[in-house]
């Protein structure tokens, strides 16, 4: 055979494997995105929002803890970590539930659903699991289907801070025909074989929001009015992930920022050192934890819900 025969071959060969290896392993975390439509935004600045408070409110709950390595979720090479020894920790895996007067229950973030009872994984199979993934573990009634029940909430739609499997595996609980919204370029990874939980598994297609049409909410960047009244705002922080998002809440009551992983605990507020391994950027998610900082100085009445702090 020619030399060049022999090389087309190959190349043709490899092409095979290749897209077999695609269509087998990676095209389960497919989904389709569409674009979120937001409504004419109300308000051009903080100033502005803070002086119309609108009738919306939110509660967090735990849905079960998870065990991490410390320097997953901080980052321990950080000046200040010197003497912070690395350690498995465990977390409470949150979920908030707003509620606005005339446009009902949404969620953020979807917490553990309740395979998690009696399986430290939930749903998620495959080789890696084992060596690579932190045992979950939950109270009976504690997922967040029960919660809903108790309750007896209708969600309207789900708002996700970003989409790592600590903050998705209660969709598989959830209604689909709702809308399902995240920020734009926000990846999910689910592999057929190696690390599977299809937690996104019967959802039509995950909404985008587009911050370039935002309006500029400093010390961070920019901010887009998710129901067009000023209530609810979903904030641009990638870093710790790519697509990462804040929420804030403007309420007659309290305004409160929830931070997602962009901030995980008290702990990492108060020292200041950022998001560790987990993050696709941790010098952008260090950065974004300053401003975080900053903004509660700027604004002390506001209330923090960090990522896994209760
Ligand atoms: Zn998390």
Redesign the pocket.
């Given at each position: 055979m020619k030399k060049s025969r022999k090389i087309l071959l190959a190349s043709a060969l490899l092409i095979a494997v290749i897209s077999a290896f695609a269509l087998l392993v990676v095209q389960s975390s497919i989904i389709p995105r569409r674009p979120f439509s937001a409504p004419e935004t109300s308000y051009h600045s903080w100033d502005g929002i803070f002086s119309s408070p609108q009738p919306i409110s939110i509660h967090t709950y735990s849905t079960g803890m998870m065990q991490t390595d410390l320097s997953g979720i901080m980052n321990l090479a950080h000046e200040k970590a010197a003497d912070i020894e690395d350690v498995v920790v465990e977390i409470p895996v949150t979920t908030s539930i707003i509620h606005h007067q005339e446009l009902g229950a949404y969620l953020i973030d979807a917490g553990l659903d309740s395979s998690y009872t009696n399986n430290p994984y939930g749903t998620t199979r495959g080789i890696l699991v084992k060596g690579f993934l932190g045992k979950g573990s939950q109270e009976p009634n504690t997922s967040i289907a029960a919660i809903l029940e108790r309750k007896n909430i209708q969600l309207q739609g789900i708002w996700l801070t970003h989409l790592?499997p600590?903050?998705t595996a209660g969709i598989v609980d959830l209604p689909k025909h709702i809308p399902y919204v995240v920020g734009e370029g926000e990846r999910y990874l689910n592999f057929r074989f190696f690390m599977q939980s299809d937690h996104l598994a019967g959802i039509k297609a995950l909404h985008e929001i587009d911050f370039t049409k935002g309006v500029d909410l400093p010390p961070f960047g920019k901010g887009v009015d998710l129901f067009g009244d000023g209530s609810f705002w979903a904030i641009e922080s990638s870093g710790h992930s790519k697509g990462h998002v804040m929420y804030f809440i403007n309420g007659v009551d309290e305004q409160v920022i929830v931070t997602g992983?962009a901030c995980n605990d008290q702990y990492q507020f108060d020292s200041g050192i950022g998001p560790g391994y987990f993050s696709s950027d941790p010098e952008k998610a260090q950065k974004m934890l300053e401003s975080i900082i900053m903004f509660k100085e700027r604004y002390p009445e506001v209330r923090l819900v960090f990522?896994?702090d209760l």
């Amino acid at each position: 055979m020619k030399k060049s025969r022999k090389i087309l071959l190959a190349s043709a060969l490899l092409i095979a494997v290749i897209s077999a290896f695609a269509l087998l392993v990676v095209q389960s975390s497919i989904i389709p995105r569409r674009p979120f439509s937001a409504p004419e935004t109300s308000y051009h600045s903080w100033d502005g929002i803070f002086s119309s408070p609108q009738p919306i409110s939110i509660h967090t709950y735990s849905t079960g803890m998870m065990q991490t390595d410390l320097s997953g979720i901080m980052n321990l090479a950080h000046e200040k970590a010197a003497d912070i020894e690395d350690v498995v920790v465990e977390i409470p895996v949150t979920t908030s539930i707003i509620h606005h007067q005339e446009l009902g229950a949404y969620l953020i973030d979807a917490g553990l659903d309740s395979s998690y009872t009696n399986n430290p994984y939930g749903t998620t199979r495959g080789i890696l699991v084992k060596g690579f993934l932190g045992k979950g573990s939950q109270e009976p009634n504690t997922s967040i289907a029960a919660i809903l029940e108790r309750k007896n909430i209708q969600l309207q739609g789900i708002w996700l801070t970003h989409l790592h499997p600590d903050h998705t595996a209660g969709i598989v609980d959830l209604p689909k025909h709702i809308p399902y919204v995240v920020g734009e370029g926000e990846r999910y990874l689910n592999f057929r074989f190696f690390m599977q939980s299809d937690h996104l598994a019967g959802i039509k297609a995950l909404h985008e929001i587009d911050f370039t049409k935002g309006v500029d909410l400093p010390p961070f960047g920019k901010g887009v009015d998710l129901f067009g009244d000023g209530s609810f705002w979903a904030i641009e922080s990638s870093g710790h992930s790519k697509g990462h998002v804040m929420y804030f809440i403007n309420g007659v009551d309290e305004q409160v920022i929830v931070t997602g992983d962009a901030c995980n605990d008290q702990y990492q507020f108060d020292s200041g050192i950022g998001p560790g391994y987990f993050s696709s950027d941790p010098e952008k998610a260090q950065k974004m934890l300053e401003s975080i900082i900053m903004f509660k100085e700027r604004y002390p009445e506001v209330r923090l819900v960090f990522g896994h702090d209760l």
